[in-house]
């Protein structure tokens, strides 16, 4: 069987990401055939997580070196592997995947592989067959391109976080097929990875999160973090900062947002003294509903916004605490 | 060790954009040019690995006339030469493209270590590095929020995932890694370096020849995001504001 669309996912401890499964819902909202290949090893947890959903067919695609060599890591070499063979036999006419930073590491190479052309980050697409035209920001979403791909093959295209709803993805009343391979790699690996590590006392995983509260150089000192916190706290909110916090070492790196940061899209984004450098509003301009306090009128930040408060947000703040605490 | 950086001059983050619709590029004339940010922090990585171990730190670039201030600043900072590949079709080809005309430029010497800057601030695929690295058929770490080298020729990645997690890489050179921003303070291209760069050698291939097929993709359209949203803007006192905001939200102190 050819055509349809073939949609990678990446596993995480817990399941599948979210970023994967966004991924499929976007698959199944254009219709058709929907097949969806996990390279790597797979626990029964995940394969479950797949096999339930509204999809024709789960491949688990794992890999294996010699004498077991670098069993259970990532090894991008061996999703490369596992990728390229299955795209050459199933023919997909479209395949997505998240733009997520291991897509980073394996999706151009899984291109120059297959003599594809990938086309990276969209958020959309219109129109169909040969006519379709990707949607993707450029200039650090200062500008958005419609983009045309040429030639035979697969449309090979990385999805931006949140290019779909979660609540949109469709689980099935039977559970799809699950079938399981194994490629026997023919050389030892080339990179040795460790088991992943997380830094801090705390991890956050601000993609996961319904509610952020940012801070950007408005909030002046480390100290006045703990009034963002606060607030935070009350919403049941993740802290999240703009580079120059972060820079600065008030809030550790993980907490950042933008182009050299996280790309988020919670249900509700609001930036406390964020001016909105094109390098911020990159990674979190499709959350829902977002806003803005900030004491520059003609801060960027206010363009993509749903609600603006041009005022000091050490007054503002304070006064949002004791509304919530009162409401 | 003997390091290439690819580096992409790319329209500066801090000036407006102009667009030209017809062109489905910037109006060139009226744009200002600079390093790529992560580019910086790619030379940067090179740089110091050259000061620790010897060596040279070779720069490249594919880009029209105008990129070769880029590489001037590079070896203004440091860099030991420069390659140019000179091309006005540079800004509208797709990274396949691009990576294949840096894996040419490239195949002629014995390269240790190739850094890329993980992702351009104009096109954004961040593509480049992991293509090079499949045409060259080279191990590669990317998104490097560390980077060490050893004597012996073992580079030691720390990778970035996401969700605050990392991952220690270990890879034998000859390999190649694609670095974040924010890895290293950048140095400054001092006056005694710009001196010296005018001395140090650019050399400029003009591209004639594209790889056949590889160009497929197209900017179809070109312009300002449509702003989807309507913002309301909150007036009144900090109360005021306050009160509506959370009656707009609905908002709830968690429980």
């Given at each position: 069987m050819s055509g349809g669309i073939l949609v990678i996912v990446e596993s995480v401890a817990e399941g599948i990401s979210r970023a994967s499964l966004e991924a499929i819902a976007y698959a199944q909202g254009l219709g058709g055939p929907v097949k969806v290949i996990l390279p790597g090893a797979a626990n029964q947890t995940q394969a479950d997580a797949l096999a339930a959903?509204?999809?024709d067919e789960v491949l688990l695609a794992d890999y294996s070196y010699p004498e077991?060599?670098?069993?259970g890591g990532y090894d991008g070499d061996g999703y490369v592997a596992v990728l390229a063979e299955a795209v050459r036999r199933l023919a997909p006419d479209q395949v997505f995947l998240a733009h997520s930073y291991g897509a980073r590491d394996f999706a151009p190479r899984l291109a120059a592989r297959l003599d594809l052309t990938l086309v990276s980050d969209c958020i959309g697409q219109e129109g169909e067959g040969d006519a379709v035209a990707f949607l993707r920001q450029m200039f650090l979403g200062r500008a958005q391109a419609k983009v045309k791909v040429a030639g035979e093959g697969p449309r090979l295209v990385s999805l931006q976080a949140g290019?779909?709803?979660?609540?949109?993805l469709r689980r099935g009343s039977t559970p799809a097929p699950v079938s399981r391979t194994s490629l026997a790699m023919?050389?030892?690996?080339r990179v040795a990875a460790q088991a992943p590590l997380r830094e801090g006392e705390r991890s956050v995983?601000?993609?996961?999160?319904r509610i952020i509260v940012a801070v950007g150089r408005?909030?002046?000192?480390?100290?006045?973090?703990a009034l963002a916190k606060k607030l935070a706290d009350l919403l049941g909110a993740e802290l999240a900062a703009s580079r120059a916090v972060c820079d600065e070492g008030?809030?550790?790196?993980?907490r950042q947002v933008g182009s050299s940061g996280q790309t988020v899209a919670p249900a509700l984004y609001i930036a406390l003294g964020?001016?909105?450098a094109v390098q911020h509003l990159v990674g979190m301009?499709?959350?829902?509903t977002i806003v803005a306090i900030n004491?520059?009128?003609?801060?960027?930040?206010f363009k993509v916004a749903d609600y603006g408060i041009v005022g000091d947000l050490f007054q503002v703040v304070p006064a949002l605490i004791a509304a919530l605490e009162a409401a | 060790m003997k390091i290439a950086v690819c580096i992409k001059q790319v329209p500066s983050t801090s000036a407006p954009l102009q667009l030209d619709a017809g062109t489905r590029w910037l109006k060139e004339g009226e744009t200002t040019f600079e390093t790529n940010a992560a580019d910086n922090h790619a030379l940067e990585a090179a740089l110091a690995i050259r000061d620790q171990l010897g060596g040279e730190v070779v720069v490249l670039t594919l880009g029209p006339e105008r990129a070769t201030e880029a590489l001037r600043e590079a070896l203004a900072k440091g860099a030991d030469r420069a390659i140019h590949l000179v091309s006005d079709q540079a800004p509208g080809l797709d990274p396949a493209t691009v990576a294949s005309l840096l894996a040419s430029a490239l195949a002629g010497e014995p390269w240790d270590l190739i850094l890329c800057g993980l992702?351009?601030?104009?096109?954004?695929?961040?593509?480049t590095g992991a293509f090079l690295a499949e045409k060259l058929s080279l191990p590669q770490a990317s998104i490097a929020a560390a980077l060490e080298v050893t004597a012996e020729g073992q580079a030691r990645v720390k990778r970035e995932l996401e969700g605050g997690w990392y991952q220690w890489l270990e890879l034998a050179t000859p390999c190649l890694v694609t670095i974040q921003s924010g890895i290293n303070k950048p140095r400054y291209a001092g006056m005694k370096g710009m001196l010296a760069a005018k001395k140090k050698p650019i050399v400029k291939q003009p591209v004639t020849e594209y790889p056949a097929g590889?160009?497929?993709?197209?900017?179809?359209e070109l312009y300002y995001?449509?702003?989807?949203k309507q913002t309301r803007m909150l007036e009144g006192s900090p109360e005021a504001v306050a009160t509506q905001l959370v009656a707009a939200l609905n908002l709830r102190a968690r429980p």
């Open positions: 959903l509204a999809v077991g060599a670098g069993a290019v779909a709803r979660l609540e949109d023919p050389a030892a690996p995983d601000l993609s996961q999160a408005g909030i002046k000192t480390q100290e006045n973090i008030w809030l550790p790196i993980e964020i001016s909105g301009k499709t959350s829902e004491k520059d009128a003609s801060a960027p930040i | 992702q351009s601030d104009d096109l954004g695929h961040g593509q590889l160009t497929r993709q197209s900017i179809d995001p449509h702003k989807a």
